[in-house]
């Protein structure tokens, strides 16, 4: 064990005992977003890092710095789920792992935050709320969207019906891959452990850095991304499952991976309307307050609404903006505020922001994406029987 692990470890420090109200969070993936995410954590008084678990050592050691002095060290995901000082767990691992993930955290009796997407296929995912609502257990997806003012405002403004009838969504994000992926490991990590239910393969760092775009892993830059426009979009028109998805994809710029990177979807809805993304990685540099819009066509007016801007034009006036808000820096709350109304729900055990069957919608849509581009034609989705019709 690494000199300054053991240091950082219940092995080399003890603990002090926190007052009840404490809760305990343990962290099971402590990459960039599962660090950061921890660090909004431990902004909130009600909360102390307990435990930090990763199979990639470099990882690892990064977490337990973040986390500082006293955190335990796991190298396996169950051992930190067997630890009965963890009260609540934050998952943030590649999403092939997420299912097996959230059932062991639900059956050793902890609350969980679980990053998005939140699964891996739909048949995961119908599993996952069935798991999530016998358990009994606090469920938070990380679609952060759903705590940020700016689009509850947005909300609020449709339900008032400033817009009219909306029947038609346009959204679209402009990534970009400045440096490719890393190409060698810099410490030694548990292959086998972060493969899971994946298929067996050799050792290779550009799935492991870039697992997103492989289908063994992940569902591409579609989903890692579509995932967050989806869900604003169904919290924005009070929607819920698709009734069909089209799609069609071609290749990026990047050489890794075998899942497009260049995305139309259409999604249709029961409420009658119908919602289009595009994503692509591109070779420009956008300001992140600039790389995404979702606009709402009502037949009243449109509104348009970005990271940290919300406008609404009337049909009267299609250029002069009734509102034009900027908020700097609302997005970054949005995933603190998120994080809060977690832990509220975890003290209050009430029902949180995004619980699994919301986080199961957005992530449907992606996948039915997927599926249709695989397949060359619509989809649909069958509510009754909880599958994807081709």
Known sequence: MNRRIFLMTGSGAALAQSPAETLHLGLIGAGGRGRRVMTHFAENPRVKTKAV????????????????????????????????????VLIATPEHQHHRMLLDALAAGKDVYLEKPLCHTPEEGVDMIRAEQESGKIVQVGMQRRSYNLYQEARDLRRAGKLGTV?????????????????????????????????????????FFDWRNWSDYGGGIVIDQGAHIYDSIHMIMDAGYPSAVNASACSGHSTSGDLPESWIVTAEYPEDFMAVFTINYSAMKYAMRADQLNSYDGDEARMDIGR??????????????????????????????????????????????????????????LQMANISVKKGRRVRWNQQTNRVEI
Not at 183 to 198: H, M, N, R, V
């Open 53 to 88: 678990c990763d199979i990639y050592e470099p990882n690892l050691e990064k977490g337990l710095s973040s986390a500082g002095a006293g955190t335990k060290a796991y190298r396996n995901y169950k051992k930190l789920l067997d630890d009965p000082e963890i009260d609540i």
């Open 308 to 365: 940290e801007m919300l406008r609404v034009f009337p049909k009267s006036a299609p250029d002069e903006p009734i509102l034009d808000k900027d908020q700097r820096g609302g997005f970054r709350q949005a995933t603190i505020d998120h994080v809060n109304n977690f832990i509220e729900s975890v003290v209050s055990r009430k029902t949180p922001a995004a619980p699994v069957e919301t986080g199961f919608q957005s992530a449907l849509v």
């Open 167 to 207: 029947r038609m969504v346009r959204t679209y994000w402009l990534n970009n891959r400045l440096s490719p992926p890393a190409s060698k490991f810099t410490g030694p990590i548990d292959w086998e452990q972060w493969l899971g239910p994946a298929p067996k393969v050799a050792k290779d760092p550009l799935r």
